[in-house]
């Protein structure tokens, strides 16, 4: 039995590992097409930063652990030209073919490339790759430019935007639309509008880039542009092989994660996920998604039956400071879905005075039928990760309001509050709904 | 129609507050036998320490603030000295009679006073009242003590560790059993007697304290002595006028918080409460669940139909330094309450060591029978009450072991892990569960 991945990051290697664990005679193939697998690519913009020393920093297991420790033959370089699902292998760009029993697709996602002029010119950067970060850091270190013009409001645009203003730069961010984070969450757009303007950021929203000369940057053309445009899903090889493609762009996969294609699963960015409150597939590319579907890919391809039970599309970005936190969908976010909502938002300090405490904004939204809750946004310097993750526990739970309002979370003055701010938004929200 | 209520602390002021916000007609009254209401308790290790530089710092709202704004009749030095259920009326000390419709006995709970011979010298404190705080904190001021023995392993005798060793004391801590913060979990009590032991403070565990002259810090006799060993629930007011006291000893109270005298409730610490995991009334007396437990009888004083669905006794509490969280029934703690369990316990990052991510140590428990999860352990210097009320919510919603280990949770560098340290732990617990 041989089990094939073709991707060599979070979704393939942890999908790799885990039938692994599962099977000790499996024999498992990964196919990397880069020269590089198991890199933590969250962590890039904090190598650009210079708080990450060296890129080695960021790389979670090396191709020899792998081979040695977990008899995994994982190879670089290895471009996949074709999947032949008929005769069961795959034909390398080189030529070779490679037979398999299962197959797990973790190809991923690229950056977006909106159709821009002079997209080509030397001060254009992308962030997505080892090679994208050293070429950038490079850059930084030697030329020293001055004036950075960010493309894209996304995770990668607004982590920059910090980033770059550390080092120095004159920063203007360019968004296609106003959706920064890709949400229409308004108090989300209003917190980010504030925090970038008092960073002194320039911000372009609805403002699509057709040109880099339309860029400026403190009044004057950039010498540095970053392309952070979001990510598309590297679906080609799939949809060649007959693999379905769903509504969103990205791979179509059941609950064990296995396409239309008997024995080929996806996984990671480039497959959709079932979205727990709207029940319906979405594509939501993160991290944490990737490495759990690759578990559970994983798992099924060494022959066990689990279930990956879908997201909630939970995250935090910090931006310039501020931790901004989302599970489920809050707000316009949710009314973008048909959802017919009440949504109470409070500001509350998140610690005592005396131990620094921060003010913080949780947003919930509940379902006004129903009173379902259906998501949260918190936004702050200090617990952020911390309140999204109770709602985000809360909505996996299927808590009501009520029992939201009166959960028995943790306090003592250095840590938290008596009435956590996630409760007194719970509070909020019962007396809207009521 | 006349709502009186008993004790003008968490409990009491939260069920006065609640009661008025439901029925603007009431008529509200407050008896507080102390000079002081409203104030956070568990604030004054850190005005001994002097990060709280004034007690008011610590009120939360003012006498006049419940007066005029809501027209609650709140009075101090106002000692009840009986209930006469059968005449609807208190009596209080001075003679003065009022009467009553709807009665919330809200009377806390007091320092335990174990049999120490001694115990009224002037070296002797407690940390309770204002007064008590004022009481210590001059002495620490103006008599320069040097060697300090706190009787007593619960919070305030672990927090008084930190705070006396940060005033340069020599610190002995004495606790009758070996069961520091009243949990038999051995992690737990590993961790607390490391620290303790790395922060220079002598643990003396198993040493029930009869004299003051078998207390010596730094081999000599200590110069200063806190009498921390615990709390008792103040139930004799109640008990006398034929209100049903618990097993626990603390006063008996229906779901809705009634007593069993019909239209007298009971809420904080002086009574007892549902604990959710083993389904039998337990006593932890903790803010969080006083102020919880006044709204409820507040609002059912006021004539609602509310339910307090009972706790996890979850709490956190920062011993030197290191942050120490507990839900529910974690390891031997379990155990003591009859579960056949099985744990999990790991340690890891909460976040990147680029962003001074600290080690953390997390503990799950589950039945072993029907995996259903049981309580946590959290243990670390940051992000402790992020993941103890991670295992909250997810106690709470009931979730099983799978869907925890599945929570979709939210990871940026800068704030937390990939996979979080709840998320590993509950990993390794499903491998010992399967």
């Known amino acids: 039995m041989r089990l094939v991945v073709i991707g060599g990051n979070a979704a393939g290697l942890s999908a790799a590992a885990r039938a692994r664990r599962l099977d000790r005679w499996l024999e ?51 471009e996949v030209a074709a999947i032949r699902h008929a005769s069961r292998e795959v034909a390398l760009a080189g030529g070779e073919r490679i037979g398999y029993d299962k197959l797990v697709i973790a190809t991923g996602a690229r950056p977006a490339r909106p159709g821009i002029q002079g997209r080509d010119d030397p001060r254009v950067f992308a962030l997505q790759t080892f090679a994208d970060a050293e070429r950038l850091r490079a850059f930084l270190d030697q030329r020293r430019p001055r004036r950075a013009a960010i493309i894209g409001g996304g995770y990668i645009g607004l982590e920059m935007t910090e980033v770059l203003r550390a080092r120095g730069l004159h920063v203007s961010l360019y968004s296609a639309d106003d959706r920064l984070l890709g949400s229409a969450n308004g108090s989300l757009q209003e917190a980010l509008a504030r925090r970038l303007e008092r960073f002194g950021v320039a911000l372009h929203t609805n403002r699509p880039v057709r040109s880099l000369s339309e860029l400026e940057v403190d009044g004057r053309e950039p010498d540095l542009v970053l392309l952070a445009a979001g990510f598309r899903p590297n679906v080609e090889l ?60 994983g798992a099924n391809a060494a022959g066990r039956r689990e279930r990956f039970p879908g997201v909630l599309g939970t995250s935090i970005v910090r931006v310039c400071g501020l931790g901004v936190g989302m599970t489920g969908l809050a707000g316009e976010d949710a009314r973008a879905e048909g959802f017919d909502t009440v949504s109470a938002r409070i500001e509350a300090l998140e610690r005592a005075e005396y131990f620094w405490g921060a003010k913080i904004t949780v947003e919930l939204t509940a379902e006004r039928r129903t009173g379902r809750l259906l998501g949260g946004l918190v936004i702050g310097e200090r617990g952020v990760a911390h309140r999204t993750n109770v709602i985000a526990a809360a909505l996996e739970g299927g808590l009501g309001v009520e029992e939201l309002e009166m959960l028995d979370l943790a306090y003592t003055p250095p840590y938290a509050r008596v009435w956590d701010p996630v409760l007194i938004a719970a509070q909020q929200l019962r007396k809207l709904l009521s």
């Open 28 to 78: 498992i193939v990964v196919l990397e097409k880069g020269p590089v697998v198991s890199y933590a690519a969250c962590g890039l913009p904090y190598y650009i930063e210079g708080r990450v020393r060296r890129l080695e920093e960021l790389q979670v297991a090396s191709i020899e652990e792998f081979r040695t420790k977990r008899r995994i033959d994982v190879r670089t370089g290895a």
């Open 238 to 297: 799939a949809a060649e092989a007959g693999v379905e493609i769903g509504r969103t762009g990205a791979i179509r996969v059941d609950e064990r994660l296995e396409t239309n294609l008997t024995g080929v699963y996806a996984a990671g960015d480039c497959a959709e996920a079932l979205h727990k409150i709207t029940g319906r597939p979405a594509y939501i590319p993160l991290g944490t998604t990737a490495n759990k579907m690759g578990r559970v890919a």
